[in-house]
């Protein structure tokens, strides 16, 4: 089993939501803010005469848990689904999992998912 784990653009979450549903059997989104490589927001400031860039994006972090076969499938759909084409589209990372439980139906290991 993998843990994949994509940064994205918040702006995208809805694209990769769709994107993912019924592929995965379930998913975790967590909104905040990061710093990476894209450009930052520029706002305007004072009364509208200058400008500051903001110190962070709005970044997403979609989390699921898929069978080893499903790696390629799932990540290149998220990635289509947050590509723009600039910088800062955002990272996917793929990491083992030894093992998982489904706490409500105590099942462990793929039938958990």
């Given at each position: 089993?993998?843990?994949?784990?994509?940064?994205?653009?918040?702006?995208?979450?809805?694209?990769?939501?769709?994107?993912?549903?019924?592929?995965?059997?379930?998913?975790?989104?967590?909104?905040?803010?990061?710093?990476?490589?894209?450009?930052?927001?520029?706002?305007?400031?004072?009364?509208?005469?200058?400008?500051?860039?903001?110190?962070?994006?709005?970044?997403?972090?979609?989390?699921?848990?898929?069978?080893?076969?499903?790696?390629?499938?799932?990540?290149?759909?998220?990635?289509?689904?947050?590509?723009?084409?600039k910088g800062?589209?955002?990272?996917?990372?793929?990491?083992?999992?030894?093992?998982?439980?489904?706490?409500?139906?105590?099942?462990?290991?793929?039938?958990?998912?």
């Amino acid at each position: 089993m993998k843990r994949i784990e994509a940064t994205i653009q918040a702006t995208k979450i809805g694209a990769v939501t769709e994107a993912i549903t019924g592929i995965v059997g379930g998913f975790t989104i967590l909104e905040g803010k990061g710093r990476g490589s894209g450009t930052r927001q520029e706002m305007r400031s004072g009364r509208g005469t200058g400008t500051i860039t903001a110190e962070y994006n709005h970044v997403a972090t979609v989390n699921t848990i898929v069978d080893d076969s499903d790696v390629e499938k799932i990540s290149t759909a998220i990635a289509d689904a947050a590509f723009t084409g600039k910088g800062g589209d955002g990272i996917i990372v793929v990491t083992n999992v030894d093992n998982v439980m489904n706490i409500a139906t105590k099942k462990s290991g793929h039938e958990a998912l």
